[in-house]
């Protein structure tokens, strides 16, 4: 018998079988009705009606969501009301109606034709992923056109929910800790807000299957694989058996990482070290807590722009600064200023094409060019520091006259705040990411200059070994491990130490688990990470002595290539403490050269 196994991106980890569950989909017209002229009054006020009929429902979903999930999910729904009160998108759906003497559905089909076309043209992942926010507040608005309206019934039973695209609100809506065992869809990618979703509640999801929706029918048996992002249609006995074991072997795997969120962080000969959470989002900050974060080591802020198709204003930075600092605290949370320009580009700013991005007007670079940006930013920043716990950290320096340019211009900021007796942090901690190899060679003459620094190792190793890290033909070449990276990130790490500064791992490294120990061995205390690998880290950490790190990696120095590291480093674990690779699953001692 054929099995059909569908590949797609696992956004959320873990194993779900169970009956497949299809809610019913809005399909947006694609007839367009016609009214006659007097019809029109009516018309818009049919639109207006179930506008408003809208905005209950979502004041009424958000409050039960922050019951439900707390505040940090319920803010879906406060930009869903934010779409809707938007006077564009009214007017446009009045203007249809108007100009073109056509029911309201019609005005709504059109206008999401309208934006789904304008964010699938969009370069970057995260905001073409928005598309579902509109697409979500405009279908809740079409639902409320007709009035008397077909309930939908909520689930009495464990399920596996299947469906073409789950818009945000529906996710928060539908998806019930208990019932909802896993969640395959046609659409979406990491970054949407459902996958979001799906990770805080713990729910396996795979997104982007293309057609799942179609292959399946109400009730029939599926698998979810969430960590590897695959769906399993009709599995036979021994194939679910096998997805019984690493449905259970995750669980137990998941319930040990657990228990190490709560645990100390310290090594085992207690040495502590602090594991940090990377942040895109700020509803993000709740989960990471959970999961062992002791602050945000990183806030990549540029998030904030994407997400928006109009520049963000200072009030817009200001309610996410403080919504971070204030969920996060007392704990730190590391605020960093605009990494964009280049292929990152601003579809609010106009930015010219480079003909070599990587090496363009990025990062800092663009900041000291847009000062004015630069300036709402730091005064959004400055604003949130009440509390004691921000700090403000610059992308992509490369020496320390742009150090001295910011300084300036963060002392204006700060001066016209205390003009305007603005409270703020006065000590407020300022740091620099050491990503380009220019800085780390200077990193002693840098830390003068600063409070902190934080390695950035993926764009540290891609300028350093020249190695494009969104190309998928060099992707062999990008090696954390080679002993020049090595050498490179011991000394910044060892220079910080000296000067008695505040040094952070916020690259990749920090969070895989051999790159974990090398940079401990090296003396690093502060892992900034997705949350999601934090507890694997921590646990990491936990099972082996820093004396132990500190012996690999002195002997590991002597090593001439990264592969050669990476075999040394493993065997020497393997033998001393095992226990760090606690995955469940066997780890391939690669053989001796
Ligand atoms: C880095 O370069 O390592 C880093 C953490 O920043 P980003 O990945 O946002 O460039
Ligand atoms: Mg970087």
Known sequence: MDITRLRGIGVSPGVAMGEVLLPRRVIFTSRKELIAEVQVPDELKRLRQAIDRTRD???????????????????IFEAHLLILEDPALVSGLEAVIRDEKARAEWALSKMNSRYEQLFESLADDYFRQRKSDVSDVLTRVYRNLETRREKEKTPQKEHILVAHELLPSEAALRFSKELTLGVALDMGGQTSHTAILARSLGIPAVLGLRDVSRQVREGDFIIVDGTDGEVIIDPPPAIRREFQAKKEKYETYGRELQKTAKLKSVTLDKVRFIPQANLELPEEIGPALAMGAEGVGLFRSEFIYLRRESLPTEEDHFEIYSRLASGAHPRPVTIRTLDIGGEKSLPQLNIEKEPNPALGLRAVRFSLRNKELFRVQLRAILRASTGKNVRVLLPMVTDVDEIAEVKAIFEDVKEELRRGRVAFDERIPLGV???????????DVILKEVDFVSIGTNDLIQYFLAVDRSNEFVTHLFKPFHPAVLRLIRSVIQAARKAEKDVVVCGEMAADTLGAIVLLGFGLRTFSMNPIFIPRIKKALRSIECKTAERIVEETMKLRSAQEIEEYVTEEVLLRHPQVFLTGQPVEVPPKK
């Open 57 to 75: 429902d979502l004041v009424r979903i958000k409050d039960g969501v922050k019951d439900k999930l707390g505040q940090d999910s319920s803010f």
């Open 433 to 443: 990411m050491i990503e380009v190899p220019a800085a780390a060679a200077m990193a």
